[in-house]
């Protein structure tokens, strides 16, 4: 097999994006499919609001299609239940960052401490930090993916040298609790946003934008709350997050999941383990969940959000493991992991978690400043045990009560030419020589909204209508031999079939 196909592990490439939480940058869009306010949208895409006829958009019940590109370099198979609804209006709207106001930080903290009180993040302690290291090291948990070496093998070095770093500077013993207000500070960079490199939490800057603070549960493991705040200057986007413990559900295990080709024995079991025990009873119905969701969002008069996703999700609410959950014996508890987005009109919000990185593609390209706004709750017969609330925004304006979509025939043809021209900017070009390609299967379609670019409006975003394809990833050798290469995520504006990727930095 070509060293130059082995190098292009796609599947490896998702896990450390997921992992490490890696952005893209991609180019502001050339096209200008949507103007400032003085001339709104392009004339033929304003539409009238709609009550009686649905949009008519060719989209067949059952998508069965194979599309190539450059002569079968690229091959997008397509045989899967579509499952849109009928859509009416889909409008645009336009939103800006909110900012995270004392009074609000003040009463988010307090639903969830409950009364208990806030104290200082605390650092971790030398054996503390020995036991994440030696969790790497013998491979455990999400860390078995690395026990196959090769070509990442340096960077898996590079993760216990900064282990290493970690430890040397880390305290004998934890400090005592220094309790504090929930007020935001300067932000805090724990030890794993320094291990990561990478934080949703944790921005370089003396700007008091940041809150990391656990509360004071007398638990073996206490709660989690960070907050950031929206600060245009380190390119920060308004967020919260309250956690108890670690809980995984079942999108973030799909995620994970790895070919049987590419990955490691050990880490199937550990992902086969964690679906099987996430497929176990619920001391709650999902009914139940929805209902306690409900109920906090009254409580803390959050309105407008409705589920897109309610799944299982397991977990313990005393571990914090780096290895994410790789104790085999440990007790597990099962819940539902509850997603909800704004709509607009017809369709509910979405985000993307972790798309293919392209450094320039020669199409129209949405990196908006951030994503749209989304909530996850994860619930169990105990309670609430995580609350993340992302890129906190207000409505500004809205640009367009309606709006015209190409057709699906027309979509799917942009979806193909979006895949040659990302095989292209994956090394394409030597693939091609080699007599190797790329294979993609549709597993599932979505019609949403999603936040590009607003024109003219830097700091601003607007959420306009979607289409959302998830697509197994295949690689072909010039022998026929098929490597498999995780999944892969892509986005197109349903309005004129540009990519959309998550928020440029």
């Known amino acids: 097999m070509s060293q130059s196909i082995k190098k292009r592990l796609g599947v490896i490439v998702l896990v450390l994006i997921s992992i490490l939480g890696i952005t893209s940058c991609a180019k502001t869009p050339k096209e200008k499919v949507v103007a400032d306010k003085s001339e709104g949208l392009a ?9 009686d006829k649905p949009k008519d958009l060719g989209i067949p019940k059952h998508w069965k299609e194979t599309l190539d590109r450059s002569d079968g370099f690229v ?3 397509a045989d899967c239940d579509t499952n849109i609804p009928e859509i009416y209006n889909i409008p ?9 106001k004392k009074d609000w930080l003040s009463r988010l903290c307090g639903y969830f401490a409950k009364g208990d009180k806030l104290y200082e993040y605390p650092e971790m302690t030398k054996d503390e930090l020995r036991k994440e290291k030696e969790k790497i090291a013998n491979y455990e948990g999400r860390w078995a993916t690395w026990s196959k070496g090769g070509q990442l093998i340096t960077y898996w070095e590079g993760m216990l040298k900064t282990m290493d770093e970690l430890i040397e500077k880390a305290p004998q013993e934890r400090a005592e609790n220094k309790y504090i ?8 960079q724990t030890e794993k946003d320094y291990f990561n490199e990478v934080s949703d939490y944790y921005y370089d800057t003396d700007d008091k934008i940041g809150l990391t603070a656990r509360v004071d549960r007398g638990r073996e493991c206490d709660p989690v709350i960070r907050a950031v705040d929206y600060d245009d200057k380190v390119g920060s986007t308004t967020k919260f997050v309250y956690s108890q413990g670690t ?11 790895f070919d049987n080709a590419e990955s490691t024995e050990a880490y199937d079991e550990w992902l086969g383990r964690l679906r099987e025990e996430a497929d176990a009873d619920v001391g709650l119905t999902q009914e139940e969940a929805l209902k306690k969701v409900d109920k906090m969002l009254k409580n803390l008069s959050i309105k407008g959000f409705e589920v ?17 959950l790789e104790e085999a014996g440990l007790e597990k508890s099962v819940g539902y992991s509850v997603y909800l987005y704004r709509k607009a009109g017809d369709v509910i919000g979405y985000s993307q978690r972790s798309p293919m990185i392209y450094d320039d593609l020669p199409e129209t390209v949405y990196a908006p400043y951030f994503s749209a706004e989304k909530i996850r709750a994860i619930i169990t017969e105990d309670g609430i045990q995580r609350f993340e609330w992302t890129d906190i925004s207000k409505k500004k304006d809205t640009i367009a009560d309606n709006t015209k979509l190409l057709s699906f025939q027309k979509i799917q043809e942009k979806l193909a030419d979006h895949l040659l021209y990302g095989a292209l900017a994956d090394g394409g070009e030597e693939l091609k020589s080699e007599g190797a390609g790329y294979l993609y299967k549709v597993r599932k379609v979505q019609l949403r909204a999603a936040n590009i670019n607003a024109y003219e409006e830097p700091s601003a975003a607007w959420m306009v209508p979607v289409w959302v394809f998830d697509l197994e990833r295949t690689g072909v050798t010039g022998t026929e031999e098929q490597l498999g290469w995780g999944t892969e995520t892509v986005v197109l504006n349903a309005i004129d079939g540009g990519y959309v990727t998550i928020p440029n930095e």
């Open 308 to 324: 897109s996703d309610c799944v299982k999700a397991v977990g313990n609410e005393d571990t914090e493991s780096w290895a994410l």
């Open 43 to 51: 004339k033929e895409s304003i539409l009238p609001k709609e009550t």
């Open 247 to 257: 809980f995984v559900d079942e999108i973030d295990l799909a995620e994970l999941e």
């Open 181 to 188: 207000e929930a007020n935001l500070g300067v932000p805090y």
């Open 92 to 100: 645009v709207y336009s939103y800006e960052m909110a900012s995270l």
């Open 75 to 77: 091959t997008l198979e």
